[in-house]
């Protein structure tokens, strides 16, 4: 006898609906597949957005019984606990559709924070040694591994309360320029996530270090911004 | 950079309110050992610059602090701008500074 998982899925955009499905159970199943399985096989026009099944690309992020996820990592045994599954787009980003949200205003909070490389050599000069074991590149590589899944951000307070506030994923890539020798943008940088909105707007709840698929600790980055910031600013390198 | 000020002027109360609040604890396990009587607590009080000083202190780093708090609070939690926000903590914090200057002055002159 094959068993099912009873599933509700958010259909259609924000004035939008769950909408209830049976899916055969299969061992090692995880949410995507459920996913896909009811498009492929029940209702074609369901939408939602994955990409490489193996968490590394961060597109397939949804809300899984409540809790933003990456959803082809999560198996569905470890979130039912033999009961229902509720899966629903993720929170703070305007619903596109189904299953898919709109990230223009996350990624575009990443260009606001200045979340981007500036390189201080050009391809003339020749390859810089970096050491691995120096205090800011320890820094730097324990906040690098960020796919930009917007689970953080969706499992955020303070987004939901603050319209201007940067989120956790900009702030924490930041954080990483901070501590990368190579980059030079550090002065706008530390300006842009100073303004209101910025750093200095978390409020520490946590909630993106307890769901960050990849175990990363955005909160611990945003202190260090708040350090390094509130040390500048004394030292006037900060106006 | 008005985040980053509002920011340290409250990290900077707090960490001036610590000491203070423990000191306030402390005086109150002493001073109860006795007996404890507003007559008692006044002979003590009154015409110390000291404790003038320390509660007058605490007094103004909590209106600071407090209304930093509440105006964020505000912001947050309700439909309120900034502005708005930030008026109704300054009055708050106006009210905090004069109650609080007001209950140091009963118990110091």
Redo the contacts between chains.
Sequence with gaps: MTTTHKVSIWRGGADGAYAHYEVPARESQTVLDVVTYVQRHLDPTLTYRFACRVGMCGSCAMTVNGVPRWTCRTHVSKVTGGGELKIGPLSNMPIIKDLACDMTEFFEKWQKAQSRFVPTKTRKDPMERIRPDTPARVAANAGIECINCGVCYAACDTVAWNQDYLGPAALNRAWTLANDERDGGWAERLKAVSQNGGCHSCRSHQSCEAHCPNQLNPAASIAGLKRLSTSAYLKGKLK | ????????VQRVTAAIMVPLVFLHLGLILYAVQGGLSAQEILSRTQGSVFWGGIYGLFVLCASFHVSIGLANIL???TPLK?IAAANIAHTFALIVMLLGFRAVYAVVF
Excluded at chain 2, 1 to 8: F, I, K, N, Q, V
């Design positions: 950079m008005r985040p980053l000020r509002l920011y340290l912001q947050e939690w900034r």
